[in-house]
């Protein structure tokens, strides 16, 4: 076989692809950098049992063209641990300063959302989750949605989708409002 090479980066860049996407959906994969940025005060801190309240603010570990930056509580745990809560409303930046998305990243689906804008300080979409039932069962809705480019305030369309424990339960939908009661035409494909 004489492309060996080729054939060895290639499974070596989809196994590292694999292990930075299934790392991303593990509960506390932010953890790490959350550790790394504490100060040597806040360990401290820490060590004698107290909280501490930060406004975190780093770079991602890739690329580092943006940086989130947003409220983050730390609590000392038992086995000398720590356990890392963002909580409210933080911002995703660019280098220069520009408004990429704020965000909540707790970690409960019904808290969290995320509004992602174009350059110009238009919204580009929202993807949000609620609380809904499906025969008797209580599920996660995910909306995404979608927001036209002439007039940014009305909404294109809605992706809806719908889990459980990080599992799809049913068939997902497109609509043009959030509560799915405007069904799009069959054969109807988005413009964006």
């Given at each position: 076989?004489?492309?060996?090479?080729?054939?060895?980066?290639?499974?070596?860049?989809?196994?590292?692809?694999?292990?930075?996407?299934?790392?991303?959906?593990?509960?506390?994969?932010?953890?790490?950098?959350?550790?790394?940025?504490?100060?040597?005060?806040?360990?401290?801190?820490?060590?004698?049992?107290?909280?501490?309240?930060?406004?975190?603010?780093?770079n991602p570990a890739i690329l580092r063209s943006y940086y989130d930056e947003g409220p983050l509580?730390?609590?000392?745990?038992?086995?000398?641990?720590?356990?890392?809560?963002?909580?409210?409303?933080?911002?995703?930046?660019?280098?220069?300063?520009?408004?990429?998305a704020d965000f909540n990243p707790s970690r409960s689906y019904q808290e969290s959302y995320w509004?992602?804008?174009?350059?110009?300080?238009?919204?580009?979409?929202?993807?949000?989750?609620?609380?809904?039932?499906?025969?008797?069962?209580?599920?996660?809705?995910?909306?995404?949605?979608?927001?036209?480019?002439?007039?940014?305030?009305?909404?294109?369309?809605?992706?809806?989708?719908?889990?459980?424990?990080?599992?799809?339960?049913?068939?997902?939908?497109?609509?043009?409002?959030?509560?799915?009661?405007?069904?799009?035409?069959?054969?109807?494909?988005?413009?964006?």
């Amino acid at each position: 076989m004489d492309n060996w090479p080729i054939a060895l980066v290639l499974a070596l860049a989809l196994a590292g692809s694999g292990f930075v996407y299934f790392r991303s959906l593990s509960p506390g994969y932010e953890d790490g950098k959350y550790r790394r940025h504490l100060t040597k005060q806040e360990q401290a801190d820490l060590q004698r049992g107290e909280i501490v309240e930060k406004i975190h603010k780093s770079n991602p570990a890739i690329l580092r063209s943006y940086y989130d930056e947003g409220p983050l509580r730390v609590l000392p745990a038992a086995d000398g641990k720590y356990t890392f809560v963002p909580y409210g409303k933080w911002k995703r930046l660019t280098r220069t300063g520009r408004l990429v998305a704020d965000f909540n990243p707790s970690r409960s689906y019904q808290e969290s959302y995320w509004h992602e804008y174009h350059p110009n300080g238009q919204r580009y979409y929202s993807i949000y989750t609620v609380p809904a039932v499906l025969e008797g069962d209580t599920v996660e809705e995910m909306r995404s949605v979608f927001f036209s480019f002439e007039n940014p305030t009305d909404t294109a369309y809605v992706q809806h989708t719908f889990s459980k424990n990080n599992q799809e339960v049913r068939k997902g939908f497109i609509s043009f409002d959030a509560q799915g009661k405007k069904p799009v035409p069959p054969g109807w494909k988005p413009s964006r």
